[in-house]
Protein backbone atom coordinates (compact mmCIF):
# COMPACT_ATOMS: atom_id res chain seq x y z
CA UNK A 1 0.00 0.00 0.00
CA UNK A 2 1.92 3.33 -0.89
CA UNK A 3 1.89 5.32 1.48
CA UNK A 4 3.12 9.18 1.69
CA UNK A 5 3.62 11.53 4.02
CA UNK A 6 0.48 14.09 4.22
CA UNK A 7 0.28 17.84 4.10
CA UNK A 8 -1.76 20.17 6.41
CA UNK A 9 -1.28 18.29 10.02
CA UNK A 10 0.84 19.79 12.96
CA UNK A 11 2.81 17.62 15.40
CA UNK A 12 1.71 17.50 19.38
CA UNK A 13 3.18 16.20 22.50
CA UNK A 14 3.32 12.57 22.94
CA UNK A 15 3.27 11.66 18.95
CA UNK A 16 -0.38 12.76 18.90
CA UNK A 17 -0.78 14.90 15.52
CA UNK A 18 -3.73 17.48 14.59
CA UNK A 19 -4.70 16.94 10.86
CA UNK A 20 -6.46 21.02 9.25
CA UNK A 21 -7.15 19.84 6.28
CA UNK A 22 -10.79 19.92 6.88
CA UNK A 23 -12.50 21.67 9.48
CA UNK A 24 -12.59 18.50 11.75
CA UNK A 25 -9.40 18.90 12.76
CA UNK A 26 -9.21 15.52 14.00
CA UNK A 27 -6.52 14.75 16.95
CA UNK A 28 -4.81 11.34 16.15
CA UNK A 29 -3.10 8.86 18.94
CA UNK A 30 -0.03 7.50 17.34
CA UNK A 31 -1.17 4.22 15.58
CA UNK A 32 -4.69 5.86 15.10
CA UNK A 33 -6.32 7.42 11.96
CA UNK A 34 -8.68 10.58 11.20
CA UNK A 35 -12.78 10.55 10.55
CA UNK A 36 -12.43 9.79 7.08
CA UNK A 37 -10.14 6.35 7.68
CA UNK A 38 -7.38 7.49 4.93
CA UNK A 39 -4.93 9.74 6.72
CA UNK A 40 -3.24 7.92 9.53
CA UNK A 41 -0.41 8.49 12.36
CA UNK A 42 2.28 6.45 12.56
CA UNK A 43 5.23 7.46 14.84
CA UNK A 44 3.62 10.80 15.05
CA UNK A 45 3.89 11.42 11.45
CA UNK A 46 0.53 12.04 9.22
CA UNK A 47 0.44 9.48 6.61
CA UNK A 48 -2.25 9.88 3.46
CA UNK A 49 -2.67 6.29 2.66
CA UNK A 50 -4.82 6.61 -0.64
CA UNK A 51 -2.05 8.31 -2.51
CA UNK A 52 -3.00 6.90 -6.09
CA UNK A 53 -5.57 3.99 -4.96
CA UNK A 54 -8.22 3.93 -7.05
CA UNK A 55 -11.45 2.31 -6.16
CA UNK A 56 -14.04 3.37 -9.03
CA UNK A 57 -12.68 4.91 -12.31
CA UNK A 58 -15.37 5.09 -15.17
CA UNK A 59 -15.77 7.33 -18.59
CA UNK A 60 -19.08 9.41 -17.54
CA UNK A 61 -21.18 11.52 -19.11
CA UNK A 62 -20.19 15.32 -16.98
CA UNK A 63 -24.34 15.73 -16.72
CA UNK A 64 -23.46 12.93 -14.51
CA UNK A 65 -21.47 15.11 -12.04
CA UNK A 66 -24.02 16.70 -12.07
CA UNK A 67 -22.30 19.55 -14.23
CA UNK A 68 -25.20 20.93 -17.22
CA UNK A 69 -23.10 23.97 -17.79
CA UNK A 70 -19.55 23.08 -18.26
CA UNK A 71 -18.82 20.93 -21.81
CA UNK A 72 -22.26 19.90 -22.40
CA UNK A 73 -22.68 16.44 -24.26
CA UNK A 74 -19.26 15.49 -22.91
CA UNK A 75 -17.69 12.38 -20.95
CA UNK A 76 -14.96 12.73 -18.08
CA UNK A 77 -12.15 10.00 -16.62
CA UNK A 78 -13.60 9.71 -13.36
CA UNK A 79 -12.23 8.37 -10.21
CA UNK A 80 -12.50 7.87 -6.39
CA UNK A 81 -11.11 6.32 -3.61
CA UNK A 82 -11.78 5.19 -0.15
CA UNK A 83 -12.86 7.25 3.11
CA UNK A 84 -14.88 10.56 3.59
CA UNK A 85 -15.16 13.43 6.11
CA UNK A 86 -18.58 13.42 6.43
CA UNK A 87 -21.18 10.33 6.96
CA UNK A 88 -24.33 11.48 5.59
CA UNK A 89 -27.38 9.34 6.32
CA UNK A 90 -28.45 8.69 3.13
CA UNK A 91 -24.86 7.94 1.40
CA UNK A 92 -25.11 6.51 -2.08
CA UNK A 93 -21.75 5.65 -1.95
CA UNK A 94 -21.08 4.55 1.66
CA UNK A 95 -19.31 1.43 0.62
CA UNK A 96 -16.17 3.13 -0.34
CA UNK A 97 -16.83 6.25 1.36
CA UNK A 98 -17.22 4.96 5.71
CA UNK A 99 -14.89 1.26 4.94
CA UNK A 100 -11.84 0.68 3.31
CA UNK A 101 -12.65 -1.67 0.22
CA UNK A 102 -10.00 -3.07 -2.66
CA UNK A 103 -7.81 -0.73 -4.66
CA UNK A 104 -5.73 -0.44 -7.78
CA UNK A 105 -2.88 2.28 -7.90
CA UNK A 106 -2.81 4.72 -10.77
CA UNK A 107 0.04 7.05 -10.40
CA UNK A 108 -0.72 10.60 -11.82
CA UNK A 109 0.69 9.81 -15.09
CA UNK A 110 -1.58 7.14 -15.39
CA UNK A 111 -4.65 8.93 -14.63
CA UNK A 112 -3.47 11.43 -17.20
CA UNK A 113 -3.17 9.01 -20.07
CA UNK A 114 -6.81 7.56 -18.97
CA UNK A 115 -8.37 11.02 -19.08
CA UNK A 116 -6.85 11.19 -22.31
CA UNK A 117 -8.56 8.54 -23.85
CA UNK A 118 -12.72 8.57 -25.42
CA UNK A 119 -12.89 11.87 -25.91
CA UNK A 120 -12.56 12.62 -22.31
CA UNK A 121 -11.89 16.33 -21.70
CA UNK A 122 -9.70 15.47 -18.03
CA UNK A 123 -10.85 14.05 -14.74
CA UNK A 124 -13.38 14.72 -12.08
CA UNK A 125 -12.56 13.35 -8.93
CA UNK A 126 -15.53 11.96 -7.54
CA UNK A 127 -17.57 9.18 -5.82
CA UNK A 128 -16.04 9.65 -2.52
CA UNK A 129 -15.56 13.00 -1.60
CA UNK A 130 -12.04 13.90 -2.91
CA UNK A 131 -11.26 16.55 -0.28
CA UNK A 132 -9.26 13.82 1.69
CA UNK A 133 -7.30 12.32 -1.44
CA UNK A 134 -5.58 16.18 -1.13
CA UNK A 135 -2.30 14.93 -2.07
CA UNK A 136 -2.96 12.73 -5.05
CA UNK A 137 -5.58 15.35 -6.72
CA UNK A 138 -3.34 18.14 -6.22
CA UNK A 139 -0.11 16.29 -7.88
CA UNK A 140 -2.92 14.45 -10.99
CA UNK A 141 -4.34 17.94 -11.82
CA UNK A 142 -1.44 19.67 -12.13
CA UNK A 143 -0.07 17.09 -14.70
CA UNK A 144 -3.83 17.16 -16.05
CA UNK A 145 -3.81 20.91 -16.72
CA UNK A 146 -0.47 20.82 -18.42
CA UNK A 147 -1.75 18.03 -20.87
CA UNK A 148 -4.21 20.87 -21.83
CA UNK A 149 -7.52 19.00 -19.94
CA UNK A 150 -9.82 20.10 -16.82
CA UNK A 151 -10.10 19.03 -13.69
CA UNK A 152 -13.54 19.03 -11.56
CA UNK A 153 -14.02 18.14 -7.98
CA UNK A 154 -17.62 16.70 -6.97
CA UNK A 155 -17.33 17.11 -3.18
CA UNK A 156 -18.79 18.35 -0.07
CA UNK A 157 -16.98 21.10 0.08
CA UNK A 158 -16.46 20.56 3.41
CA UNK A 159 -12.37 21.70 3.41
CA UNK A 160 -10.20 24.42 5.08
CA UNK A 161 -9.69 27.55 3.45
CA UNK A 162 -5.56 27.79 2.97
CA UNK A 163 -5.96 23.99 1.24
CA UNK A 164 -8.86 25.03 -0.94
CA UNK A 165 -6.79 27.69 -2.04
CA UNK A 166 -4.04 25.53 -3.06
CA UNK A 167 -6.47 23.96 -4.75
CA UNK A 168 -8.48 26.46 -6.61
CA UNK A 169 -5.72 27.21 -9.61
CA UNK A 170 -5.73 23.94 -11.09
CA UNK A 171 -9.72 22.96 -10.83
CA UNK A 172 -11.53 24.39 -13.20
CA UNK A 173 -15.09 23.41 -12.29
CA UNK A 174 -17.06 22.30 -9.39
CA UNK A 175 -19.98 20.35 -7.76
CA UNK A 176 -20.48 21.31 -4.48
CA UNK A 177 -23.47 19.15 -3.02
CA UNK A 178 -24.78 21.01 -0.33
CA UNK A 179 -26.28 18.95 2.37
CA UNK A 180 -28.37 21.69 4.46
CA UNK A 181 -28.87 25.43 4.43
CA UNK A 182 -27.62 25.46 8.31
CA UNK A 183 -24.99 24.00 10.62
CA UNK A 184 -27.74 21.93 12.74
CA UNK A 185 -29.00 20.29 9.40
CA UNK A 186 -25.07 19.31 8.44
CA UNK A 187 -24.60 17.92 12.39
CA UNK A 188 -28.10 16.03 12.20
CA UNK A 189 -27.62 14.64 8.98
CA UNK A 190 -23.68 14.43 7.94
CA UNK A 191 -22.57 14.28 11.62
CA UNK A 192 -20.43 17.45 11.41
CA UNK A 193 -21.34 21.24 11.13
CA UNK A 194 -19.13 22.16 8.39
CA UNK A 195 -18.92 25.73 9.43
CA UNK A 196 -17.07 26.41 5.78
CA UNK A 197 -19.37 25.16 3.32
CA UNK A 198 -20.80 28.32 2.74
CA UNK A 199 -17.82 30.08 2.59
CA UNK A 200 -15.69 27.42 0.42
CA UNK A 201 -19.01 28.18 -2.34
CA UNK A 202 -17.60 31.95 -2.38
CA UNK A 203 -14.07 31.42 -2.48
CA UNK A 204 -15.02 29.19 -5.79
CA UNK A 205 -17.10 31.59 -7.28
CA UNK A 206 -14.52 34.89 -6.11
CA UNK A 207 -11.61 32.60 -7.88
CA UNK A 208 -14.03 32.56 -11.32
CA UNK A 209 -13.94 29.09 -11.26
CA UNK A 210 -17.36 27.06 -12.57
CA UNK A 211 -20.07 25.61 -10.03
CA UNK A 212 -22.89 24.17 -9.67
CA UNK A 213 -24.95 23.33 -6.51
CA UNK A 214 -26.93 20.15 -5.84
CA UNK A 215 -28.90 19.85 -2.94
CA UNK A 216 -30.88 16.27 -2.28
CA UNK A 217 -34.36 17.27 -0.98
CA UNK A 218 -35.07 14.52 2.02
CA UNK A 219 -38.38 13.83 4.29
CA UNK A 220 -37.86 14.46 7.60
CA UNK A 221 -34.77 16.86 7.11
CA UNK A 222 -35.87 19.44 4.78
CA UNK A 223 -39.32 21.52 5.17
CA UNK A 224 -41.22 21.35 2.66
CA UNK A 225 -42.64 25.06 2.33
CA UNK A 226 -42.21 28.08 -0.21
CA UNK A 227 -40.67 29.86 2.52
CA UNK A 228 -38.06 27.05 2.65
CA UNK A 229 -37.03 27.30 -0.59
CA UNK A 230 -37.72 30.75 -0.93
CA UNK A 231 -34.47 30.87 1.50
CA UNK A 232 -32.77 29.38 -0.37
CA UNK A 233 -32.64 30.67 -3.69
CA UNK A 234 -32.31 34.25 -1.86
CA UNK A 235 -29.27 33.34 -0.38
CA UNK A 236 -27.40 31.42 -3.70
CA UNK A 237 -28.49 34.61 -5.82
CA UNK A 238 -27.29 37.02 -2.87
CA UNK A 239 -24.30 35.19 -2.27
CA UNK A 240 -23.17 33.37 -5.08
CA UNK A 241 -25.06 34.38 -7.91
CA UNK A 242 -27.99 34.18 -9.71
CA UNK A 243 -26.45 32.13 -12.89
CA UNK A 244 -25.41 29.37 -10.45
CA UNK A 245 -27.16 26.37 -11.46
CA UNK A 246 -29.04 24.27 -8.60
CA UNK A 247 -29.96 21.02 -8.92
CA UNK A 248 -32.54 19.58 -6.72
CA UNK A 249 -32.16 16.13 -6.35
CA UNK A 250 -34.75 13.10 -5.47
CA UNK A 251 -33.71 11.08 -1.78
CA UNK A 252 -34.46 7.61 -2.20
CA UNK A 253 -34.16 5.44 0.90
CA UNK A 254 -30.48 4.66 1.56
CA UNK A 255 -27.69 3.90 3.68
CA UNK A 256 -28.83 4.60 7.35
CA UNK A 257 -32.34 6.28 6.09
CA UNK A 258 -33.87 2.63 4.78
CA UNK A 259 -37.00 3.51 5.96
CA UNK A 260 -37.62 7.14 4.99
CA UNK A 261 -39.60 7.50 1.67
CA UNK A 262 -38.47 8.67 -1.49
CA UNK A 263 -39.10 12.65 -1.82
CA UNK A 264 -42.67 12.98 -2.77
CA UNK A 265 -41.99 14.51 -6.86
CA UNK A 266 -44.84 17.22 -5.97
CA UNK A 267 -41.95 18.72 -3.66
CA UNK A 268 -39.19 18.70 -6.34
CA UNK A 269 -41.73 20.66 -8.20
CA UNK A 270 -42.37 23.03 -5.27
CA UNK A 271 -38.35 24.01 -4.91
CA UNK A 272 -38.26 24.25 -8.79
CA UNK A 273 -40.88 26.53 -9.07
CA UNK A 274 -40.36 28.54 -6.11
CA UNK A 275 -36.54 28.95 -6.98
CA UNK A 276 -36.99 29.81 -10.33
CA UNK A 277 -38.13 33.35 -9.12
CA UNK A 278 -34.32 33.69 -7.67
CA UNK A 279 -32.21 32.24 -10.19
CA UNK A 280 -31.76 31.28 -13.88
CA UNK A 281 -31.21 27.73 -14.01
CA UNK A 282 -33.22 24.79 -11.88
CA UNK A 283 -32.54 21.52 -12.58
CA UNK A 284 -34.86 17.94 -11.44
CA UNK A 285 -32.73 14.67 -11.01
CA UNK A 286 -33.12 11.41 -10.10
CA UNK A 287 -36.83 11.83 -11.93
CA UNK A 288 -37.67 11.42 -15.59
CA UNK A 289 -38.47 15.25 -16.19
CA UNK A 290 -36.83 16.04 -19.62
CA UNK A 291 -38.60 20.00 -19.53
CA UNK A 292 -36.89 20.50 -16.15
CA UNK A 293 -34.01 18.65 -16.88
CA UNK A 294 -33.13 20.98 -20.34
CA UNK A 295 -31.69 24.84 -20.03
CA UNK A 296 -33.35 27.87 -21.21
CA UNK A 297 -32.07 31.37 -21.85
CA UNK A 298 -33.17 33.12 -18.70
CA UNK A 299 -34.08 36.21 -20.86
CA UNK A 300 -36.37 35.12 -23.56
CA UNK A 301 -37.05 31.74 -22.90
CA UNK A 302 -35.82 29.80 -25.40
CA UNK A 303 -34.53 26.22 -25.37
CA UNK A 304 -30.98 26.09 -25.33
CA UNK A 305 -29.87 22.38 -24.07
CA UNK A 306 -32.33 19.88 -24.30
CA UNK A 307 -31.62 17.10 -21.76
CA UNK A 308 -33.39 13.40 -22.11
CA UNK A 309 -31.29 11.44 -19.56
CA UNK A 310 -28.12 11.56 -20.70
CA UNK A 311 -28.97 12.09 -24.01
CA UNK A 312 -28.21 15.77 -24.78
CA UNK A 313 -28.71 18.57 -27.88
CA UNK A 314 -26.63 21.85 -27.22
CA UNK A 315 -29.16 24.28 -29.14
CA UNK A 316 -27.78 27.64 -28.47
CA UNK A 317 -24.85 28.82 -31.61
CA UNK A 318 -21.34 27.73 -31.94
CA UNK A 319 -20.29 31.27 -30.26
CA UNK A 320 -22.10 30.90 -27.20
CA UNK A 321 -25.11 32.56 -28.23
CA UNK A 322 -28.94 32.26 -27.84
CA UNK A 323 -30.48 31.69 -31.31
CA UNK A 324 -33.47 34.01 -30.29
CA UNK A 325 -32.44 37.20 -28.38
CA UNK A 326 -28.40 36.90 -28.93
CA UNK A 327 -27.57 37.23 -25.35
CA UNK A 328 -24.36 35.06 -24.41
CA UNK A 329 -25.37 31.88 -22.43
CA UNK A 330 -24.09 31.01 -19.41
CA UNK A 331 -21.86 28.27 -20.42
CA UNK A 332 -18.16 26.98 -20.20
CA UNK A 333 -17.73 24.71 -23.23
S1 LIG B 1 -9.17 15.25 6.49
FE1 LIG B 1 -9.69 13.42 7.69
S2 LIG B 1 -8.16 13.33 9.32
FE2 LIG B 1 -8.08 15.38 8.44
S3 LIG B 1 -9.40 16.61 9.77
FE3 LIG B 1 -10.66 15.91 8.04
S4 LIG B 1 -11.60 13.99 8.72
FE4 LIG B 1 -9.93 14.44 10.15
ZN1 LIG C 1 -32.66 34.32 -25.34
Redo the contacts with the bound molecule.
Sequence with gaps: MPTLEAEYYVPLEGNKVK????P???T?PDGGQ???LV?KNRGGILYTVVYGEVTSAAYDPIEKKPLYHFYPGSVIFSIGTNGC?LDCKSCQNWEISRQETQRQFFPPEAAVTYARRYGSIGIAYTYNDP??WFEYVKDTAKKVKEAGLVNVMVTNGNININALRELLPLIDAFNVDLKGMDSDYYLKFSSFPSPNVWKVCEEIRKAGKHLELTKLIVPDFDEFTPEYFERFGRWVAENLGKDVPVHYSRFFPAYKLLSTPPTPVEVLDLAYDVTKEYLYYIYVGNVVDPKRESTYCPFCGELLVRREGYDVRVLFTSDGKCPNCGRAVDFVF
Design positions: CVLCRECIGFCRNII
